[in-house]
T-cell receptor, first 114, second 117 residues
Framework: DAGITQSPRHKVTETGTPVTLRCHQT?????MYWYRQDPGHGLRLIHY???????DKGEVSDGYSVSRSKTEDFLLTLESATSSQTSVYFC?????????????FGQGTRLTVV | AQTVTQSQPEMSVQEAETVTLSCTYD???????LFWYKQPPSRQMILVIR??????QNATENRFSVNFQKAAKSFSLKISDSQLGDAAMYFC??????????????FGQGTELSVKP
C-alpha cells in the first residue's frame, strides 16, 4: 500500500471555527490532491499541488485554502467552517511518469460541521 | 471541460452472476486514461482497472473487464462471477494523459452495487 496518511480520521466542529486537515505521504510523489466526497456528486477536486509551495484551485475551492511547505505534507484549511462543508475528505498522491498513472488515496476524513 | 456520468445510482446482482456498470464521459481530447475505482464500506479507494484511450484492446483484470467504446465515449465495467466482496460503491474516473498539472481525476457520481447471496 502507498504510504499516505490523513489526520484526523473523524472530526466534529462548530460552525465558524477553523479546521485543518493533514495529509502526509512517504512516497516522495510530486502531486498531491484534496477531494471531497458527497452523495450524488462522487469525488470533486478542491485543490491540488504540483510541488512545494505550488498549488492551484480545483472545481470546488471556495471556502478552502491549502499549503505545502514540504514534499510530504499537504494541508487543507477551512478558515471558517460551514454546514455545507460537512463531507468526507480524501487526499491523493500521484507521480509524474507515464508509467505511473495511478492515484493513491488516503483513508479519508469524515468532517461534520454542526 | 471534461465530464463523467454514471446514470445508475444503484445496481443489484445475484452472487455468481454477471453485472455491468455504465459510464459515459465527454472530452475533446484524443488521448487520456479511464479508471474504475471501488469503495467498500471501509471508505478505502481501490483501483479496479485502468484503460488507456489509445489502446483499442479492452482492459481486463481477473473477473473485471471493460467495454471501451471511444467513439461513443462509453466505458462500462463488467463484473463476472460476482462475489459478496464485490459489494461496494464504484466510481468511474477520467484523467488527461498530458498535463503539467499532474493527474487530476474527474469522477462520476458513483454506482452502489449490492450482491445478493
Amino acid at each position: 500500500d502507498a504510504g499516505i496518511t490523513q489526520s484526523p480520521r473523524h472530526k466534529v466542529t462548530e460552525t465558524g471555527t477553523p479546521v485543518t486537515l493533514r495529509c502526509h505521504q512517504t512516497e516522495n510523489h510530486r502531486y498531491m490532491y484534496w477531494y471531497r466526497q458527497d452523495p450524488g456528486h462522487g469525488l470533486r477536486l478542491i485543490h491540488y499541488s504540483y510541488g512545494v509551495k505550488d498549488t492551484d484551485k480545483g472545481e470546488v475551492s471556495d471556502g478552502y485554502s491549502v499549503s505545502r511547505s514540504k514534499t510530504e505534507d499537504f494541508l487543507l484549511t477551512l478558515e471558517s467552517a460551514t454546514s455545507s462543508q460537512t463531507s468526507v475528505y480524501f487526499c491523493a498522491i500521484s507521480g509524474v511518469s507515464e508509467m505511473n498513472t495511478e492515484a493513491f488515496f488516503g483513508q479519508g476524513t469524515r468532517l461534520t460541521v454542526v | 471541460a471534461q465530464t463523467v456520468t454514471q446514470s445508475q445510482p444503484e445496481m443489484s446482482v445475484q452472487e455468481a452472476e454477471t453485472v455491468t456498470l455504465s459510464c459515459t464521459y465527454d472530452t475533446s481530447e484524443s488521448d487520456y486514461y479511464l479508471f474504475w475505482y471501488k469503495q467498500p464500506p471501509s471508505r478505502q479507494m481501490i483501483l479496479v482497472i485502468r484503460q488507456e484511450a489509445y489502446k483499442q484492446q479492452n482492459a481486463t483484470e481477473n473477473r473485471f473487464s471493460v467495454n471501451f467504446q471511444k467513439a461513443a465515449k462509453s466505458f462500462s465495467l463488467k463484473i463476472s462471477d460476482s462475489q459478496l466482496g464485490d459489494a461496494a460503491m464504484y466510481f468511474c474516473a477520467y484523467r488527461r494523459k498530458w498535463s503539467n498539472q499532474g493527474g487530476k481525476l474527474i469522477f462520476g457520481q458513483g454506482t452502489e452495487l449490492s450482491v445478493k447471496p
